[in-house]
């Protein structure tokens, strides 16, 4: 009786121990996946306005109307405190103490004014975006390229892909990302074709 007794507790045991396995393994692809959620913000630079519309003559207002959106796509906010967005000539705007919500949008303009939810702006007294060619860069906190968008010739997004013509009044934003208009749309309206 008790050779029985031992062979039935190691195969309840066997039993228990290939349960925990697999609770285990189903735990251990749940953490992962939440893990790929949390590190995974989607912030992208979802516009640029590069050159102010009229003329450059580095009033306040004429500033201020050179900007570029960066958006929050997932539902959660992010934590932008120590971020950068820059050019290609070295200028660089940080964020301080900012928090963008979900599905929000928040413009940094480059000129000079009061910071809100959805303006912040770099207080600079001179144009930021060359309005023939340049990159705006944005960066988190430990430096990594969340995301970039180009202008000019020959110029490549960060996926690779041609940046396409820019125009420059700065509304011509081949946007590269699902859902938004596209160039043809924009010249349609806006060209009179």
Known sequence: MSASL???ARRAAAAALAAGALVGAGAASAAADNGAHRYGPYVEISS???NSPGHDNRSIRSLNREWVDVTNTSRRSVNLDGWTLSGEDGHTYTFHHYRLEGRAT???HTGIGRD???DLYQDRYDYVWDNYSDTATLR??????IDTASWGDERRDHDGRR??????DGRDWQDR???REDRRDWQDRHEGA
């Open 163 to 168: 940046s396409g013509d820019w125009r420059e």
């Open 140 to 145: 988190n906190d430990r430096g990594r390229v």
């Open 48 to 50: 640029v306005q590069y």
């Open 6 to 8: 031992s062979v039935t």
């Open 116 to 118: 809100s939810d959805r």
């Open 106 to 108: 928040v413009r940094i």
């Open 177 to 179: 990302h699902e859902g």
